[in-house]
């Protein structure tokens, strides 16, 4: 498979999906790993098992379902993706965000992206929400950008600025819907790693070195994708685990997933008060 995307098919892509449904999202929402869950309050949707979907990457990792779900929630007509494809699955940096570019062609205009996320800081606790108020790009630094490779013009500018990746706006309106919704929700920096393996305890200390609160394996390339194509995004981190920084403990991928049911109703409340917040 060609590591570029084409305009050709992200189109095609965009319009099987139209051909499946009759709604027009208004949001798009990336679950994370334990988080599918959420997809089950879609009302009157529309199912699309993402391995029907031509061109689109299908994610091969448990906790991942695999579905494109298309309905209502509080209001708001939503694009639910159960189930996002990873680097360390062996896609490109391209391929992994081809979502955000269909849904950008789909004309949805903001985008909650959610993740599983290890702890950092170490105050943050296992069942946390954490807000994610800027990323570090470790591996785009390293080379593996999604915006490498021909720029797709219809989309945005070859060198678009990130200092304001995730929407103000939404991170404020997502403050006020936690406090209305009695959420604790922590602030911080996310980082992406490639994975598959978790962080040995001397890489957590040089990531809290360089100021990194939540680590996780994802969502980092999506925001870039979706910032070049003018995608309002908040993100969400829901916290799996506590820092392990002096090799105490053993992280699994059980233990991410045991997370996502304390979470899942915390990372719910928040989306839920967010959609409603929002103006249709």
Request: charged residues 20%.
């Amino acid at each position: 498979m060609n590591e570029w995307i084409t305009l050709e098919e992200i189109d095609s892509t965009a319009n099987y999906i139209k051909s499946k449904t009759a709604y027009q999202p208004k949001v798009a929402i990336i679950l994370g790993s334990g988080l599918g869950g959420l997809a089950d309050a879609i009302e009157e949707a529309d199912v699309i098992p993402t391995a029907d979907i031509p061109h689109w990457p299908v994610s091969t990792v448990q906790g991942h379902a695999g579905r494109l779900v298309i309905g209502k929630l509080e209001g708001q007509v939503v694009l639910v993706l159960q189930g996002r494809a990873h680097y360390y699955e062996g896609y490109s940096m391209q391929r992994v965000t081809f979502p955000v570019r269909v849904m950008q062609r789909l004309g949805i205009p903001f985008l909650i992206v959610t993740n599983a996320a290890g702890s950092v800081n170490p105050q943050f606790d296992a069942g946390d929400v954490m807000l994610i108020t800027d990323h570090i790009a470790l591996i785009g630094m390293a080379g593996l950008n999604p915006l490498r490779g021909p720029n797709l013009d219809e989309f945005g500018q070859r060198f678009p600025d990130m200092s304001q990746a995730y929407d103000r706006e939404l991170q404020q309106l997502a403050r006020k819907v936690a406090e209305e919704k009695q959420v604790l929700l922590r602030e911080g920096v996310y980082v992406c790693l490639a994975g598959p393996s978790f962080e040995t305890p001397a890489d957590l200390r040089f990531l809290q070195i360089i100021g990194a609160d939540a680590v996780g394996m994802s969502t980092v390339p999506e925001v870039i994708i979706a910032h070049h194509g003018k995608t309002r995004v908040l993100g969400l981190s829901g916290i799996s685990n506590k820092a392990n920084l002096n090799g105490s403990t053993i992280t699994t991928h059980e233990e991410v997933l045991e997370a996502g049911k304390v979470l899942v109703p915390k990372m719910t409340a928040v989306i839920r008060g967010f959609l409603a917040h929002l103006p249709r």
